[in-house]
């Protein structure tokens, strides 16, 4: 039933939405969908609020509800329609409108590239009314909600369709039924809920499934699994388009093309045409995409000229290859964030653009990646496939974030590279490296990771900062090595002097000093043990070297050598697990730095990043003081820049980095 209709019999609606925040006029409806109706249409809990409790009592700009419990106490009467399920009449009305519309529909997927595709065929249209998605709402919901919105009846409308729409749980492609149907690529997305690339490619191809009978399927023939991708696309159409940007076959022919500052140009032929145009991006995935974009408007009735004209103007996501030029106090600095999301193919597209655009700054080139997500078991595989990318780069560094680039950062060759376990750790380097006429590429998935944060906080701290890296061999420098102190009162413990303290920074960790404190918290026999064959043995430090267990234990706190920690190490843990549950919980319960300890010794390692400062050796002292100044009243570790705890008397000194 309708209920309160009464003067609005006539009122024309041309728009749908189910979320409260959109509506702002009265040719609007509304979707109210319930909670129960979501958790059984997704299959768990929705984040959205019930439609019901969304509506505000005073709401008025709104022209239609469609709900399924009448909502009380309107301070504007508006036409309620009733109905069993809120989400089957979605769908219900989806159908019906598309049934109408006569326009042509353009459905898109991929593991990548879908979003940047979909709204370059937008800007090409721009001259026309143009219906697609919004932001990159493309799951199952949001497509049914979108065929409703045909109701405005567009000149075209363009659909980007995730996994999520074409999946076991329904085919929207087959309601849908689009007139072109054009997949991206495949990639290893999706691998921790799907078992392979294959199975992959089988699900994106389910596009092809609704076409009309006259549909054309646009295929990048250039991705992995492009003939599982055109075999299913010839269950459905005979019109099938490809193009490869690599290996130049396909339906259309790649004359050429060239990345510039800032921007592509590219020339293309179908047949005797030539069709020249620029690309305001310079990515070889956008100049890929574009060429499916190509294919797309040739079959639309539009003077491609005119609308391959407009890409000149293209702009993608904010953080998709968006470049941003910085100034800080004393340089500028340009930055290339790609932090919207990653795949495999996604990053190393960004590897590529960014070595592009080397050649046209003279400052630091610099690449920072975190990791890649949703992989699954699959995921060290294939970030050891960023190896060559990342050896063959232009980067003069490059910076790693996240446990699951540690087999990068190990693997690589000739390349200054490093690990970070801590993302503010990277972002206080970068800043250093960041010298004049830089270029850094920020490259990295936007889930279960902080590298976004990076990139979010790097051009507002680099407008603050004025000091430049000017050591050639990082990290090793003064700047990463501050000297610092702190004077602590023997009467009450508390901090009577600093120097340089904010700024006390390390390139060594601290694991010899918990070994240390954890070692003397057990009774371990005193027994002779040989030295074991570690990595760092040399000289007195060899093979089958005899030490007390006592003599290891104290070594500690006097410069101890690697081969005695790694030793020491060897007589404290079973295993590495075991090893990492205590350091974990020294640094949780002391509240330490969470790059204090990166490396077993503790020593510097170009490839793994580690620094600490006065202030961790300071709750370490506050706790465990009779033990660090059980050896001769001081605590010394360190290799070529020293650090400690010395008791003088009337007060102790905690200082870091003293090079002396």
């Known amino acids: 039933p309708i209920l309160d209709p009464s003067g609005k019999e006539e009122q024309i609606i041309t728009n749908f939405e189910y979320q409260a925040i959109h509506l702002n006029n009265t040719e609007t409806a509304f979707f109210s969908i319930s909670s ?35 909502i009380e106490g309107l301070n504007f009467k508006i036409p309620q329609i009733i109905v069993e399920n809120s989400i089957e009449a979605l769908k219900t009305l989806a159908v019906t409108i598309r049934e109408n519309y006569k326009n042509p529909i353009i459905a898109i997927t991929g593991s990548m590239g879908k979003s940047s595709t979909r709204l370059m065929v937008a800007q090409a249209l721009k001259n026309y009314k143009v219906l697609e998605n919004r932001a990159n709402s493309n799951t199952r919901s949001a497509v049914l909600l979108q065929m409703c919105k045909l109701a405005s009846n567009p000149d075209f409308a363009i659909f980007e369709v995730s996994l999520n729409a074409l999946n076991n749980r329904g085919n929207f492609s087959l309601i849908l039924k ?48 492009s003939d599982i991708l055109i075999v ?80 000149k103007e293209f702009k993608s996501f904010k953080k998709v290859l968006e470049i941003k030029e910085v100034e800080s106090q004393n340089n500028t600095i340009t930055l290339i964030d790609d932090t919207h999301n990653a795949s495999l193919p996604a990053m190393i597209n960004a590897i590529e653009a960014f070595n592009s655009q080397c050649k046209y700054f003279s400052g630091n080139k610099i690449i920072a990646i975190g990791k890649i997500s949703d992989l699954g078991a699959q995921s060290k595989e294939i970030h050891k496939k960023l190896i060559k990318y990342i050896e063959e780069s232009k980067a003069d560094y490059v910076l790693c974030l996240d446990d699951e680039t540690r087999v990068i950062v190990n693997n ?79 009467k009450t413990d508390q901090i009577v002097e600093t120097y340089n303290a904010e700024n006390s920074s390390t390139i060594s960790g601290i694991a010899s000093v918990l070994y240390y404190i954890y070692a003397k918290g057990k009774n371990i026999e005193n027994k002779n043990v040989q030295l074991k064959k570690w990595a760092t043995n040399k000289g007195r430090y060899i093979e089958g070297a005899s030490f007390s267990v006592n003599d290891v234990i104290n070594a500690m706190s006097d410069s101890p050598h690697p081969s005695l920690i790694y030793q020491l190490s060897d007589l404290l843990f079973d295993k590495e ?22 490396n077993l010794t503790g020593r510097y390692r170009k490839k793994e990043r580690q620094s600490f400062t006065v202030y961790d ?38 200082y870091t980095s003293d090079i002396s």
């Open 577 to 598: 697990k075991d090893r990492l549950k205590v350091i974990n919980e020294f640094v949780h319960n002391y509240n330490l730095s969470k790059s204090a300890v990166v």
């Open 36 to 70: 129960n109706s979501w958790s059984n249409f997704l299959g768990r809990k929705s984040k959205l609020t019930d439609g019901n409790k969304q509506i505000n009592k005073n709401i008025k700009n709104i022209g239609l509800i469609i709900t399924e419990e009448y």
């Open 178 to 225: 689009p007139d072109i149907a054009i997949v991206t690529g495949i990639g290893s997305a999706h691998l921790s809920t799907i078992g392979s690339e294959v199975d992959i490619a089988n699900f994106k191809s389910r596009i092809f499934y609704g076409l009309k009978d006259s549909g054309i399927a646009i295929i990048n023939q250039g991705t992995m699994h």
């Open 232 to 311: 299913n696309a010839q269950k459905a159409t005979d019109n099938i388009m490809t193009y490869d940007l690599e290996q130049n076959k396909g339906t259309i022919e790649i004359v050429g093309y060239s990345i510039k500052k800032g921007y592509a140009d590219i020339k293309l032929k179908v047949k005797e045409e030539n069709i020249n145009y620029e690309l305001s991006s310079l990515s070889l995935g956008m100049i890929e995409n574009s060429i499916a974009v190509v294919l797309c408007l040739m079959n639309l009735k539009v003077d491609l000229s005119s609308c391959l004209n407009h890409l």
């Open 617 to 654: 050796l300071y709750n370490l002292y506050i706790k465990h003081k009779d033990i660090l100044l059980s050896n001769d009243h001081k605590f010394v570790f360190g290799d070529q820049y020293k650090h400690g705890i010395i008791n003088k008397g009337d007060y102790t000194l905690i």
């Open 412 to 490: 690589t060759k000739n390349k200054n590279i490093t690990w970070y376990n801590a993302p503010d750790l990277l972002l206080k380097d970068l800043l250093y490296m960041a010298n004049k006429d830089s270029l850094i590429l920020l490259k990295s998935s936007v889930t279960d990771t902080q590298f976004p944060k990076i990139a979010q906080k790097l051009p507002i701290e680099l407008k603050k900062f004025n000091t430049d890296l000017s050591e050639n061999d990082y990290p090793t420098g003064k700047k990463f090595n501050q000297y610092a102190y702190l004077k602590i009162s023997n």
